[in-house]
Each structure stands twice: as C-alpha cells, then as structure tokens.
C-alpha cells in the first residue's frame, strides 16, 4: 500500500513538473514568435522625428457641399517656445494629470496600457479604442511619426518608438516637446498660443488655476473647451489636475487651496473665416466624440452638414435685429433659433444667440443645446397624454380657482405653506372649457388638471418618448410640470414638436447628411430612421389645436403673429413666471421653428407676454415657409358618439335632460337651472386610469375629488342665484 502511495505521489509530481515545462516552452515559443514578428514591422526611423506629419484638415460644408462652413485648421496657431519659458505650473501639471511616473519610467509603462486595454473592452470598444495608458514619451510619438490608425501594430510601433527617444532625448527635452505640439481646442497647438488665447499671458506667466486648465485640454480639446457646452466638465477635471498636483507634491496644501478658490477669466474666443458659427461647434463637438480628436486633427473629413445656408443668413440677421430690440424693450438681451425638416429630423438653421462674438453677452454660449424651463410650451406633451388615454380635444374641465394640495382646504386658494393654487395669466376663470380652448388659450388651470388626469410620470415618459432628453428623474416633478417646472433645450422641443407635425413619428435631431475621407471614400452617411411615438390620431388632434385660430384668439387675438392666413401654422408660446424664459414653437408639415429670448445669466425681463418672441419667430417664418410650403393638416378622425358625455364636452349630468317640472309643461328640454345644478367635475363621472371604462361608484376615493368639487359647488351657487334674481 505505502509502494502504491509513493508510486502515485511521484507521478503526481512528474505530471506537474511536465505541465510547468510544457507552460514555459509553450511561453518561450510564443515569446519568439512574438519576436519574430515585431523584428518584421515596419518601424521608422527616429531619424524622421523632426519631419512633423502634415495634418489634413477637416472641413465642414453646408447642404449643398459648396459653400465652405469652416476649415477646423485654416488658421492653424502654434509658437515654439524654449523649454525654460514654459512656467513650472504647466510642466508640473500637465505631468501629474497625463503621466505622474514620467520622470520615473523609460519611455513605456506596461501594466497601465494592459489596464486601459481591459478598461476599454469592458466599455464596449476596442483595447486600442482609447488613449489611456499612453506615457507622455508615447503621445509625442504618437503626435509626430506614426499614422493614425488605433491597432495593436501601431501600439507596439509606438511602445518601441517612446524607448528609442528615452535613449536620445533627455526627459526636459521630451516634455517640451510635448507642450509645443499639443493640441488644446480648434486652430490652437502648443502652450505658448493656448496661454496666449486663452489668458493673453506668455506660457512662463500663468498662475497655478490658469495652468491646471491648460493642463485640462489635451486630452479632449473639443469636448473641454472653455467655449463649448461643457464648461462644468472643464472646471471638474481642472480640480482634478489640482488634487494630482497635490498628491505628487508639486504644490503645498496652500497654494491647492488658493488656486480652487481663484476665479479665472478666459479672453473671448477668436475664430476667423468662420460661418454659423454655433452650427459648426455643434457639428464639431459630435465629429469629435464619434471619431475622436486625433481623427478630426488627421484625417481629412469633407463633412457636408444638413445646414440649409439661405435660411441661416436670413435667421442670423433676425435674431440679431429682433434681440437688440428686445433689449431695448423687455431687458431681454439675447435669442435663439432651431428650424428642423420634420419628416427627416435635419437641422436646417441653429442660432445659439444674437451674435456668437459678442462678448457683452457671453456670445459663443450656445442657448438652443442649453436647459431652460419652457413654461406653457410644454403643455401639448401633457395634453398629447391625456388624448391617448381617451380624454378629446372636446372634453370639459373646470377653469375655476382651485386648491390642488391634499394637505389644503378645498376653499384656501393660496400656494404657500405647502399649498398649491395656480392662477391664470388674466387671473380670470371661465367655468367649464374644453379641452381644445384651454390649450390654445393656454389655460394655467385646466392644465394642471389634465396632468393630474393624464398622469406626471406618463406624461414624462411620453415627452421623453418625442425627444426631450432632459427630464430623467419623474420623482422630482409635481404639478407645476405642466406650466414648465422642468428644464429642457430648444433643439429638443423642436424635435418634439416635429413629431406632432410628421403625425406622430419622430425622427432624431441629426446636423450630417455626409462624411468623406481623404480619399473620397464615405464614411458616414444619412440614413433616416423614422420611429413611431405617438398615435397618429393624437399628433393629428395636437396639430388640430394648436392650429385652431378661433380656439386661441380669445389670448392673442384673430390676427395674432401666429396667424398665417390660409397657411395651416401650428403654433404654442411659452412664459415662466419669473419672467426668464420666452419660448415659441411652431411647426407645418414640412418646417418646425422653436425661438427664445432672455438673458444668459437667468436675470428676469421687464414683462413677460408673447410680444417678446412671436415677432422674431414670425419673421423667420415668412422667409422660410416660401421655401418650405405649408400643406393642411389632415383632419383628426370623428369622436366616438357611443363615448361618455364628459368626453364630448357635456359637463353637466345628461341623465336628467327633462326636468320634472317642464315634463309636466309638455316641454322636452332641460331648464337652465337643472343644467346647471347637475353640475359636476370631470372626476365625478370618469377613473382617471380609466376614463373611457365605468363611472367611479364612489367618486370621493379619488384624493382630487373633495379639491375639484368644491370651486364647481361654489360656481353652481353663485350662477343659480344669479339666474334666480334674473342677473344671468
């Protein structure tokens, strides 16, 4: 037995030791195969390290592909500076955010490019998708000998490349070379034009703030520019470079402190031969995250954008015209404007503001991609809701001052202490209306009411379904959604409001209809990608709305700017009650235009009515609908005449139409004072998770009820006496 034992542990033991031999021979031939193949790469000279590669520059055209928008290096700006100019901020900085091991290392550092490889493939890309990992020894590499392609070929060319400089150029050396050739946003490379760009300093006077900003961009220039979108980006990763800083030693607790506390001033951005100038960021900042900086730096695109540039001249000059008047006017200083092709979703015109080099006002911040509560403008999302669950444009409300707070006496129309009482913005109240009128008169009231009706969460879920992409969280909104309590951007609205006039199918907001290499091969191209969001007897009922002139003269009147005549227009405006936000969206069945006007900074206006935007929006509309025809909408299908009187308008009970007492008269009618004293709210006959199914048998279940109930008990009250004492 002890043989037999031994026997068993000894082959146990040869087994092992014949696994490990074959593991290292195994190691040993792929080691130099490895070899083998990397001794057969085409790796250059270091000798051509002084030969810059050219960049091919990216431009980006307008529809027709003729007319030039801007050539992204046009005016490329790069000043070479002696390592000693460059102040110690910068150098510190830049090693701490890009490579805090790069005095250490010889060129490469392994475990982290296996550690981005991993990371990458674990966020759905490629292990050489990426640029994390790479030494600053790698980036000048990168940045100056080798072709752009993201390979393992290239990655390995790159490693061997950084160990070669390691040899030849001292560590000093290597970092200036970096700073001088960086990229830091548009036409800008190098520290000495970024300082000078950026701060009007040379690069051996920023301060420690101004440094770990500069230290911020090359990673991502466009996405972190300070002219873009994504300024609290910036200011994040320039907190960031501060903590490495700290972290490596390169500054004290004291000087962290003082620079996150410095407020620094970047100089207007200076941008030359450039058209649409908002439009081309927008197209530039999506070029860059689909592509990537380098290929926007390297590869020649030829981007032919879905700009239409007539209308862009006539919307620029609008604007301009329309928001210094408003100045003048309202205390409104700024403006902007999106026209969208609702049956493809191509932008035909962006206007960020009055004047994107206007310094006065923060020009080149792009107000159509900024959030902004849009007031009543968002009522025909809540409305569209309400109609898919089976409420009509005929179906009644009452439009009377209403408490709508559960914890509120129904007869305490105050909204502070937790109350909510909403008036509207005549602070007059007309009883019973229908749907239609209260949303072409845009009713604060009824609106309310139909959110309650139709539901905050749907409702939600239904906007973000057309395109509004900034309402995530349903749990931070109440009522007051409906009169514009979110935020969202201009550019969505016009996309949602695009699927209300393309009968409820929606397509994307989308800026290229084309992307050409240097070669002429394509790229990237429109394909359209219709989706249906909405029935399209809702869209069609919306589009009948917002249409009706006669449903909304009563608020702007039977010759309104919204009013085009025999041109089927249809046309919501927005206000918040801070006086911030003016808002008007229109649309055909070819055209969507949304505009706005306020102040950048969200200081109020002097008053808020639709006199603010309605002209500038008006005024675009004329030119662009002799481009763009308006054609009628198509009628929305009849009502159901089997539905539930509330429905079709009937807000008093149906159930007595003959009164006792003129039955026994002989006469078949119902008495005014019957009509009215049937009287109810629409709670009293509907489930309002079932309006079209059976009436509710105990209607006071419904926490509304009692708040609705109250204000038509009072009006019934008040109109009976009236009738009595013959004052009807």
Avoid at 107 to 125: K, T
Avoid at 199 to 227: H, R
Avoid at 454 to 460: D, E, H, M, Q, R
């Amino acid at each position: 037995m002890r043989f037999i034992q031994k026997l068993r542990k000894k082959r146990g033991r040869d087994l092992a030791a014949d696994l490990v031999t074959g593991f290292l021979v195994l190691g040993c031939v792929l080691f130099g195969a490895g070899l083998l193949w990397i001794s057969t790469l085409d790796i250059p000279d270091l000798s051509s390290f002084d030969e810059r590669r050219v960049l091919q520059s990216t431009k980006i055209y307008d529809r027709t592909g003729e007319i030039l928008l801007y050539d992204l290096h046009q005016d490329v700006r790069r000043t070479i500076v002696p390592y000693e100019s460059i102040s110690r901020h910068i150098k510190n900085a830049t090693v701490a955010i890009e490579d805090d091991t790069f005095f250490e290392h010889w060129g490469v550092r392994p475990l982290a490019i296996l550690r981005s490889m991993w990371s990458n493939v674990l966020s759905g890309g490629s292990p050489f998708s990426g640029a994390g990992g790479s030494t600053i020894t790698q980036q000048v590499i990168k940045n100056s000998i080798l072709e752009p392609e993201k390979t393992l070929t290239r990655k390995i060319k790159e490693a061997i490349l950084a160990v070669r400089l390691e040899q030849v150029l001292t560590k000093d050396e290597i970092l200036g070379y970096y700073l001088n050739e960086s990229p830091y946003g548009g036409t800008i490379y190098g520290v000495a034009e970024a300082s000078q760009a950026f701060f009007g300093k040379s690069p051996a006077d920023v301060t420690l703030a101004e440094a770990a900003y500069l230290a911020s961009l090359p990673q991502l220039p466009t996405y972190y520019s300070p002219y873009g979108s994504h300024r609290d980006e910036l200011d994040a990763r320039k907190d960031l470079v501060l903590e490495r800083m700290l972290l490596n030693g390169f500054i004290t607790k004291e000087e962290y402190d003082d620079a996150r506390a410095e407020v620094v001033a970047f100089l207007p951005q200076v941008a030359t031969g450039i058209r649409a100038p908002h439009f081309v960021f927008y197209i530039r900042d999506y070029l860059a995250e689909k592509y990537g900086e380098e290929a926007l730096a390297e590869r020649g695109f030829k981007v032919i954008t879905t700009l239409d540039w007539d209308l862009q001249e006539a919307a620029e000059e609008i604007v301009n015209q329309k928001a210094h008047e408003n100045e003048t006017k309202f205390n409104a200083s700024n403006a902007a404007l999106v026209a969208l092709d609702p049956t493809t979703g191509q932008v035909l015109t962006m206007v960020g503001s009055r004047d994107y080099f206007d310094e006065e006002i923060d020009g080149n911040f792009n107000v159509a991609l900024a959030e902004r509560q849009p007031g009543s403008a968002f009522k025909p999302f809540v409305y569209a809701e309400a109609f898919r669950r089976g409420y009509t444009p005929e179906t009644a409300v009452f439009d009377l001052e209403t408490q709508f707070s559960t914890t509120c006496a129904p007869n305490v129309f105050t909204s502070e202490g937790g109350c909510y009482s909403p008036h509207n913005y005549d602070n007059q109240f007309r009883g019973p209306v229908s749907l239609r009128n209260a949303l072409a008169q845009s009713l604060n009231i009824p609106a309310v009411k139909v959110l309650y009706l139709a539901g905050i969460a749907p409702s939600i879920r239904l906007a973000r379904d057309l395109g509004i992409t900034t309402l995530t969280n349903p749990d931070q909104y109440g009522l007051t959604l409906v009169l514009g309590g979110g935020e969202v951007r201009l550019i969505d609205m016009v996309g949602a409001y695009s699927v209300f006039a393309n009968e409820g199918v929606k397509n994307t907001p989308v800026g290229v209809l084309r992307i050409e290499d240097s070669e002429g091969n394509t790229i990237e191209e429109f394909s359209p990608t219709p989706q249906p969001v909405l029935d399209r007897e809702v869209a069609l009922q919306i589009s009948s709305v917002l249409s009706d002139n006669t449903a909304r003269t009563p608020l702007y009147g039977a010759n309104s700017p919204l009013y085009f005549g025999g041109d089927a227009v249809a046309a919501k405006t927005g206000t918040t009650n801070d006086k911030r936000d003016a808002w008007v969206l229109g649309y055909t069945t070819h055209l969507a235009v949304g505009a706005w006007a306020g102040n950048n900074d969200n200081s109020s206006m002097n008053e808020l009515s639709g006199l603010i935007i309605t002209p500038l929006w008006r005024a675009f509309m004329d030119i662009a609908l002799e481009k763009y025809p308006a054609d009628t909408f198509p009628e929305p299908p009849t009502p159901n005449p089997d539905e539930k009187p509330i429905l079709s308008g009937i807000w008093f009970d149906p159930s007595g139409l003959i009164s006792e007492k003129n039955s026994r008269r002989g006469v078949p009618s119902i008495s005014v004072e019957d009509t009215i004293a049937s009287a109810h709210s629409i709670l009293y006959y509907i489930n309002k998770n079932d309006p079209t199914g059976p009436s509710p048998k105990n209607p006071a279940q419904d926490p509304q009820f009692v708040l609705w109930e109250y204000p038509v008990s009072v009006w019934k009250s008040q109109l009976l006496t009236n009738t009595a004492s013959g004052n009807e």
